[in-house]
Every structure is written in structure tokens, then in C-alpha cells.
């Protein structure tokens, strides 16, 4: 990529417009070119009550009436990282108002472990076909007019990608707001020095970058946010900032992450964000089925 085209990439800022699902803590985006009608959407959730199986689509729905209302046209239907902690509505959306589903390439090494953890079978195909897209590192594609690159920021999960769209990152899980640091990087194909490298190179953008965040937890009972900067970022992250070393970093997290417990909507959730937000088909009574793999997470 050109230095020309990162500076145009800098200096425009999309029109993002978030929702926030409370049970998982989930923010989902609507980034729009400001000069179109055309938008992508990122990290959309899916509903589901876990006691009962229930699936809803509240949250997507949401995401749709605005979509709807504001006489957009969907282009991209981003997942930042196959997510373990909610359920993706990517179908759902998509048949409702078009675009690409996307993820980044290295969801074939996510569908590679978590297909033998669930013993899929043989008829899930461990390849990425389930999505319409997957980008590569650098790769630069175009909502409307403005113009994106999907950037390789493993760590947390191998197939984690930060979306700079114009003078704005969606980062997924690799950062929080600084007061809640950084992702855990203990989940299968995670790496807490791979997550320190990958941060880098979100700091290493220009300090008035937008970060949109995929979750906030309101620290000591402040109020949600969702968006910070990469200024912010380098001198306020109290897991990894200017003062700290990538041997500190990890010494960190790997500490860290062995007090953290499992999410609670991890099971079903890898299920269905390995295929995409489809669920496996339905057996021969008609019902579809979601595993439970006892100790595979212990």
C-alpha cells in the first residue's frame, strides 16, 4: 500500500453509529461512507437464551431498522475474530439486507481446532467457504468511497483482524478502553506475545486514529464507552503501554488469564461463529443440536 493511500485513509472519518448488546457486552457498528449510502457492519450478535436453547434476533433487528430507516445499502458484514463470547446474526443480516460476509483468512485455523474439539465431521468443511470473504494482511477494500484496510492482529485468536477504515480501527478484542487493558490471549491458538506484537501495530498508527471497541465492562462503575484513540491508548493502557516490555506484557497476561474463567456463552458460540453464525444442520428429527464437549475448556 502507497503512503498516499494511508494518509487518505487517516484523514477520513466514517459516520459509526454503535449498538450495544448487554448480555454479552457487545458493541456492534454500522460504519458508513460519509459521502454514500454505503456501510458495513461489524461484529453483529445474535441472541440466545442459554437455559432454554432459545434463539432471538433482537439485537440484529435493531441493527436492521436503522439500516432500514436510513435507506443504506449494506456492502460488508465484518466479523472482526470468531467470537466466544456471543453469538453472530452474519446470516440473519445478510439475507435481510445483503453484503459480504467477511473474516479474516486464518479462520481456517480457528475451524481446523474448534472442528476437532466439536468432532464435527467430515461435512464441515475447515476452509472458510462458510463466509463470502476472507481478507489478508493489508488487504484494502472499499465501503463505498472510503477506503479500508483489514490488518492481521493475531494474539487473542489467530484469525483476529483490526479494520482501519478511514481515520478509524475496529480492533475486535485485541484492546479495551485503557482502564480495562488488554484481551486474554489463553484460548487454543491464542499467544500473549503474538497479542503484544499484534497490539503494536495499532499503536503505531497516527495518535488521533479512532479505536471502536468490541466490548466495555465499566470499570469501578463508570459508564460504558466504546471508543477511545490510539493517544490514549499509548500512554493510559494499564496492560500495555509506552513503559511496558513485550517480557512484562506476557509475564502479565499469561498470569492474568489463569484467574479468568471461561465465557459463559463460549460453547454455543464457537459452534456457530466457526460456520459463519449458521448453525449445524438439523438431525434426522428435525432438531438442530449444539455440543457440550465436558472438560475441553477446563
Not at 53 to 60: N, W
Not at 226 to 234: F, L
Request: proline share 4%; with cysteine.
Amino acid at each position: 500500500m502507497t503512503g498516499n493511500s494511508a494518509l487518505k485513509l487517516e484523514a477520513i472519518s466514517p459516520k459509526v453509529t454503535p449498538f450495544f448488546d448487554k448480555e454479552s457486552n457487545t458493541f456492534s457498528y454500522v460504519v458508513k461512507d460519509p459521502d454514500s449510502d454505503s456501510c458495513a457492519i461489524v461484529d453483529s450478535v445474535l441472541d440466545i437464551e442459554y437455559a432454554s436453547g432459545g434463539i432471538s434476533y433482537e439485537s440484529a433487528d435493531g441493527i436492521i431498522r436503522f439500516v432500514e430507516d436510513n435507506k443504506l445499502t449494506v456492502e460488508w458484514i465484518i466479523e472482526t475474530h470468531v467470537h466466544a463470547d456471543h453469538l453472530s446474526a452474519a446470516p440473519y443480516l445478510k439475507e435481510r439486507l445483503g453484503g459480504k460476509m467477511a473474516v479474516g483468512e486464518n479462520i481456517i485455523v480457528v475451524q481446523e481446532t474448534f472442528g476437532k474439539i466439536f468432532n464435527a465431521g467430515t461435512e464441515f468443511q475447515c476452509d472458510g467457504s462458510q463466509f463470502d470473504h476472507l481478507f489478508t494482511d493489508g488487504e484494502t477494500y472499499s465501503i463505498g468511497k472510503l477506503e479500508a484496510r483489514a490488518i492481521h492482529t493475531p494474539g487473542h485468536t489467530p484469525a483476529c483482524m483490526t479494520h482501519l477504515v478511514g481515520d478509524s480501527a475496529f480492533v475486535g478484542d485485541t484492546v479495551f478502553m485503557p482502564d480495562s487493558g488488554t484481551a486474554r490471549a489463553d484460548f487454543p491458538g491464542g499467544d500473549a506475545a503474538q497479542l503484544y506484537q499484534s497490539i503494536q501495530k495499532i499503536l503505531a498508527l497516527p495518535q488521533d486514529t479512532r479505536i471502536f471497541l468490541c466490548h466495555d465492562y465499566g470499570e469501578e462503575g463508570r459508564e460504558l464507552e466504546y471508543q477511545t484513540t490510539v493517544a490514549g491508548e499509548i500512554t493510559g493502557n494499564i496492560h500495555v503501554n509506552e513503559t511496558i516490555s513485550e517480557a512484562e506484557f506476557v509475564e502479565m497476561r499469561e498470569a492474568r488469564d489463569k484467574t479468568l474463567e471461561v465465557p459463559h456463552l463460549i460453547l454455543p458460540s464457537l459452534q456457530v461463529n466457526m460456520r459463519a453464525g449458521d448453525f449445524p444442520e438439523a438431525e434426522d428429527n428435525g432438531m438442530v443440536y449444539l455440543k457440550l464437549p465436558i472438560n475441553a475448556f477446563k
